[in-house]
């Protein structure tokens, strides 16, 4: 089956340390996207690539880094400077340029501090 | 910048009721408008999507109808039933980017 496979479902991390969240799909998708969620509330865009080796900022980029050297993986890594990284990441991909097709999302993972 | 509130944010009915979650949009210049469902602690799933230029989609008992000059768009849910529970998001398209509502959590009632 294709999907979008995220890990690991849960993550915690320390003070002054660098996390990874990574997303890997099988779905042919040229287009990534990771959001964050918190509680109660609706997702919002950190990064996204439309194609490998490029990537923009979204709305909340800060704190945040991501690279696309794969078509298949775009991993996340919440780093340091991130200040109040507590919330639930969600990974998506869709096909570049079609305004018919949904993006598809992975079961996110949860961060929090230790 | 484009923004999407979703009312109400919370909704609960006893089971076999019709209902309609909205979604209201500032920005008209959208390709599409999408309906995902959320369940506690999992990712979105997509239930509908409707183009810019159509009027709306249907997917069982779920119809989803979009007026882009108001910036509204209503799902409808028929004969609720319990597995029906979850968050409904929406969210709009404006060229690869999706900007997300809030959400409405729904609870239907056995």
Same mark, same amino acid.
């Given at each position: 089956?294709?999907?979008?496979?995220?890990?690991?479902?849960?993550?915690?991390?320390?003070?002054?340390?660098?996390?990874?969240?990574?997303?890997?799909?099988?779905?042919?998708?040229?287009?990534?996207?990771?959001?964050?969620?918190?509680?109660?509330?609706?997702?919002?865009?950190?990064?996204?690539?439309?194609?490998?080796?490029?990537?923009?900022?979204?709305?909340?980029?800060?704190?945040?880094?991501?690279?696309?050297?794969?078509?298949?993986?775009?991993?996340?890594?919440?780093?340091?400077?991130?200040?109040?990284?507590?919330?639930?990441?969600?990974?998506?991909?869709?096909?570049?340029?079609?305004?018919?097709?949904?993006?598809?999302?992975?079961?996110?993972?949860?961060?929090?501090?230790? | 910048?484009?923004?999407?509130?979703?009312?109400?944010?919370?909704?609960?009915?006893?089971?076999?009721?019709?209902?309609?979650?909205?979604?209201?949009?500032?920005?008209?210049?959208?390709?599409?408008?999408?309906?995902?469902?959320?369940?506690?602690?999992?990712?979105?799933? %997509?239930? !509908?999507? *409707?183009?810019? =230029? &159509?009027?709306?989609?249907?997917?069982?008992? +779920?119809? /989803?109808?979009?007026?882009?000059?108001?910036?509204? %768009?209503? !799902?409808? *849910?028929?004969? =609720? &039933?319990?597995?029906?529970?979850?968050?409904? +998001?929406? /969210?709009?398209?404006?060229?690869?980017?999706?900007?997300?509502?809030?959400?409405?959590?729904?609870?239907?009632?056995?």
């Amino acid at each position: 089956d294709g999907g979008i496979t995220q890990s690991p479902k849960y993550l915690f991390r320390k003070e002054g340390q660098n996390v990874t969240l990574s997303c890997e799909q099988n779905l042919n998708h040229d287009a990534m996207y990771w959001y964050r969620q918190d509680p109660g509330q609706g997702l919002r865009l950190i990064y996204y690539s439309q194609i490998v080796n490029d990537f923009q900022k979204g709305d909340i980029a800060e704190g945040y880094s991501v690279s696309r050297e794969k078509k298949e993986s775009f991993p996340l890594t919440v780093t340091s400077a991130q200040k109040n990284p507590t919330a639930f990441y969600l990974c998506a991909s869709s096909i570049f340029g079609s305004s018919n097709q949904p993006q598809h999302f992975g079961d996110g993972t949860r961060l929090s501090i230790l | 910048k484009q923004e999407v509130t979703q009312i109400p944010a919370a909704l609960s009915v006893p089971e076999g009721e019709n209902l309609v979650l909205n979604c209201s949009f500032t920005d008209s210049a959208i390709y599409n408008l999408q309906w995902f469902r959320q369940d506690p602690g999992k990712g979105l799933t %997509s239930l !509908l999507l *409707i183009q810019s =230029s &159509q009027r709306e989609q249907t997917s069982g008992r +779920l119809n /989803a109808s979009l007026d882009k000059s108001s910036g509204r %768009s209503t !799902l409808y *849910i028929a004969a =609720s &039933q319990p597995g029906d529970s979850a968050t409904y +998001l929406c /969210a709009v398209d404006a060229g690869n980017m999706l900007t997300f509502g809030g959400g409405t959590r729904l609870m239907v009632k056995p």
